[in-house]
């Protein structure tokens, strides 16, 4: 049995154990710099670029490279990049009210969406404008019994010719595998040939550069992701972002402002830069939260407990499961996190109601930008089977201290 004064020593021998991990992460965020530099370099990014509009924001050249740099960096045919995106589950429903229509049929590949989905969907809630309110009709593909793709179900229903097939890359708050680029690419493949005008929609939050590829390169048609994540490389301040075929994207643009403008105004209000400046970290900050989760799940192995994945898995998105066992294990994880954070440290995370969950949740969060996800967090439902959901760390050496925090609470 380790005790908490075992966490440094352990740490170390952990360091020694996942070192070529660490370096093929290394190697990834070299790979995907590239790719975001030359786009830059190709697309000419200029400091003029950076000036700030307001009012309509007619002719914002920051903000039209910005979203050209975008698309080359997800190798789409266009993107849609805005500060005034608000959120993740805010770009998702711009694309899916962007392209969906009344009959429409949506089908989810992956079981169902994200809990934010719900009510945009219409599963949760009547009348407060939702997809269903608007005739579009939802169904979905459940995963098998190992949480993969069914794929024999999905051949099926794609018979039907649905007008979206909707893919959630990350796992987020599930306890299923992410779906890995190799298989998003089988899916596309299955739909280019089943049902062709079957429009491929990714949720691409917490994926982007955790592989060498994006969906848009294995033939998604439309991604969608959030700016407070990965892709906003911890400078964007808020945002989202549409990449994909240049039709969709432009179609989205119509649903975000208004049928006519689309996306030819929207002030940047100074955030251009930020936003270039995210896109720029993004590969690297995102690797340093990968390594995070690599640390981390090979810290808690070695203490015993289950993780998902484990830490010389495959990764294709940022976030770590811990089983801890214990409500009050789940508690002392998230107060460690929380102690060691540069912001907001002093803080003593308690569960607490949240709208849309059975149970009280427990969150750890000190971040320079509100609710930001790929700075260092934690959070957990506070039932069996006792996951904590970890993801983030902007700086590797500094995440780990809170990993370790973790660890010796937990163990103490
Ligand atoms: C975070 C997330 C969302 C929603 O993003 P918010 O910015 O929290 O609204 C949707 N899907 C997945 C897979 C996510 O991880």
């Not at 009709?137 to 024999?152: M, N, Q």
């Not at 955030?271 to 090979?298: D, E, H």
């Not at 940022?318 to 066992?325: A, E, F, G, M, T």
């Not at 540069?342 to 709208?355: C, E, K, L």
């Amino acid at each position: 049995m380790f005790t908490s004064n075992d966490v440094e020593k352990l740490a170390l021998e952990i360091e020694e154990s996942i070192e070529n991990v660490l370096l093929d992460i290394d190697k990834m965020a070299r790979i995907n710099s590239r790719k975001v530099h030359s786009a830059f370099i190709k697309n000419g990014v200029s400091d003029t670029h950076f000036v700030s509009t307001s009012g309509y924001g007619y002719d914002d050249r920051g903000r039209e490279v910005l979203d050209c740099v975008f698309a080359d960096v997800f190798k789409s045919e266009a993107a849609l990049v805005r500060h005034f995106m608000l959120s993740g589950t805010h770009a998702l429903t711009v694309s899916l009210f962007g392209i969906l229509r009344p009959n429409d049929v949506m089908l989810s590949l992956a079981g169902k969406p994200y809990d934010t989905l719900d009510a945009v969907i219409g599963l949760s809630s009547k009348g407060s404008g939702s997809l269903r309110d608007f005739g579009v009709i939802y169904s979905e593909v459940a995963l098998d019994s190992d949480g993969r793709l069914d794929f024999v179900t999905i051949e099926n229903e794609l018979r039907k010719q649905p007008k979206m097939a909707y893919l959630q890359r990350s796992r987020g708050y599930d306890t299923r595998p992410s779906i890995m680029i190799d298989e998003i690419e089988k899916v596309a493949v299955l739909i280019k040939k089943i049902s062709p005008n079957t429009i491929f929609f990714v949720d691409n939050c917490y994926g982007e550069f955790v592989e060498e590829k994006e969906p848009c390169e294995v033939g998604a048609d439309l991604i969608a992701g959030s700016l407070i994540k990965n892709a906003g490389g911890s400078f964007a301040e808020s945002g989202g972002y549409i990449a994909g075929r240049k039709d969709l994207v432009e179609m989205c643009a119509q649903r975000l402002t208004a049928p006519g403008l689309g996306s030819e105004v929207g002030a940047s209000l100074g955030q251009n830069k930020s936003l270039f400046r995210g896109i720029y970290f993004a590969p690297s900050i995102t690797a340093n939260a990968a390594k995070t989760a690599v640390f981390a799940a090979a810290m808690f192995e070695k203490l015993g407990f289950e993780t998902s994945p484990s830490w010389n898995d495959k990764r294709t998105d940022i976030v770590q499961q811990i089983y801890l066992k214990s409500a009050k294990n789940l508690c002392a994880f998230c107060e460690g996190i929380q102690a060691m954070s540069a912001i907001d440290s002093f803080v003593t995370p308690t569960p607490a109601y949240m709208p849309g969950y059975t149970s009280d949740v427990i969150m750890a969060a000190g971040a320079f930008v509100s609710g930001s996800s790929i700075e260092l967090s934690a959070d957990a439902p506070l039932r069996e089977p006792y996951c904590v959901y970890m993801q983030g760390g902007i700086i590797y050496d500094n995440a780990v201290l809170g990993v370790m925090e973790a660890a010796k609470r937990v163990l103490s």
